[in-house]
């Protein structure tokens, strides 16, 4: 049966999203938004805020993945993975476990905790799990998050439920310009005239659509209506008059999987080019020694080791301080130093260099 596909599916997705903030590779969060040092954290890299041009490229992979996701599987996502489908099912399925009698208001009471835990693991992406849970009753703008994310999450998979899907959805939308004929569907097979006519694939539907009718932007590709048809076909040995057609490899889908491999090159190459160790100087000013010019600089970190920085100055100028500067692991020292020159203006060099690595910046020497 689908359903049960569908809730593995569904299981394994969501203990990925809760697992996810307590996974730590090279001693961070697996996924997680660093509030303290504005950087995002996945995997194992770490992208500072001023690097955000590679959540830019994320994003533009993303798109690529979700518009060739689209044109080859159509609205899998929406019944298979969406958490506005899934977290609704949930509750129904640990109401299913009650009476009869107790199965509606005990859908809602079980929507109540679970969307807590939701809500929950939600902060765990912004702050450490461990944290979060220490923090939440002593800090108002914790449990401020906490309350407004588990009301949002209740009311729309407690009171609004499938309706969003049916009519307020902008992926349905999109849905509407690239699916074509030959896009991955649940659909009913017209060759076949002979349908029992037990109506069982509309009373299963969870947004009510009646898939006899010819493909709608409002069902979601669950499949529940698949599970009815061969419920009631099974005991007259008749095959299914619903199941899943399309065509999967084509050009279509061929075009827009190279798209998506391009824009995920682009993504590596950018993350596989970033530099260890970033250096960068400014002038400030004049000092207060004869022909002196104070500059500073910044030197960042992104490597898992220390690093020993020795600054130096070519041209027609000498350093005047200290030039070694240690920068640990993940870490950025900003400083001054002075430079005083020879009498004669023009252009200056400073260098940053280490183990491994050699950073030339310019600057006008005034």
């Known amino acids: 049966m689908w359903k049960n596909r569908r809730r593995i599916v569904a299981l394994l997705g969501g203990a990925t999203v809760l697992i996810l903030p307590f996974l730590r590779i090279r001693g961070r969060s697996a996924a997680r938004f ?14 500072p805020i001023d690097e955000f041009y590679l959540v830019l490229l994320g994003a533009l992979f993303l798109v690529a993945l979700t518009l060739w996701v689209t044109v080859v599987f159509g609205r899998l996502w929406c019944g298979w993975l969406c958490p506005q489908t899934v977290i609704g099912e949930v509750g129904e399925w640990i109401a299913s476990a009650l009476p009869a009698g107790f199965r ?15 809500s929950l693991s939600l902060l765990w992406y912004v702050v450490p799990p461990a944290e979060a849970i220490r923090d939440l009753f ?15 999450i209740y009311i729309m998979v407690a009171v609004v439920g499938p309706r969003f899907c049916k009519s307020a959805c902008p992926y349905a939308m999109l849905q509407n310009v690239l699916a074509d004929r030959e896009t991955l569907a649940v659909a009913y097979d017209p060759a076949r005239p002979e349908c029992l006519r037990c109506d069982g694939c509309t009373r299963s539907c969870p947004v009510g659509v009646d898939v006899r009718k010819g493909g709608q932007r409002e069902c979601i590709a669950c499949a529940a209506c698949i599970d009815a048809c061969r419920e009631a076909t099974s005991p007259r040995d008749v095959a299914p008059f619903i199941a899943y057609r399309g065509t999967v490899l084509r050009g279509k889908a061929y075009l827009f999987a190279g798209g998506c491999l391009a824009a995920a090159l682009v993504l590596l190459a950018a993350m596989w080019s970033r530099p260890d160790v970033r250096f960068a100087v400014q002038w400030e000013g004049m000092a207060g020694t004869p022909r002196g010019n104070v500059y500073r600089y910044s030197v960042r970190n992104d490597s898992d080791r220390p690093v020993a920085v020795a600054l130096s100055v070519e041209g027609p100028a000498r ?10 692991s993940r870490g950025r020292v900003t400083g001054t130093v002075t430079v005083q020159g020879d009498g004669t203006p023009g ?20």
């Open 104 to 118: 509606r208001g005990g859908k809602t009471l079980a929507l109540l905790p679970f969307s807590a835990l939701v």
């Open 138 to 152: 002593r800090s108002p703008i914790l449990l401020g998050a906490f309350l407004a994310q588990w009301g949002v």
């Open 347 to 366: 252009e200056i060099l400073i260098t940053a260099s280490g183990r491994g690595f050699r950073i030339v910046r310019r600057s006008a020497f005034p």
């Open 319 to 328: 350093l005047l301080d200290d030039p070694e500067v240690a920068v640990p």
């Open 34 to 47: 660093d509030l303290p040092t504005l950087s995002l954290h996945f995997f194992g890299t770490v992208v």
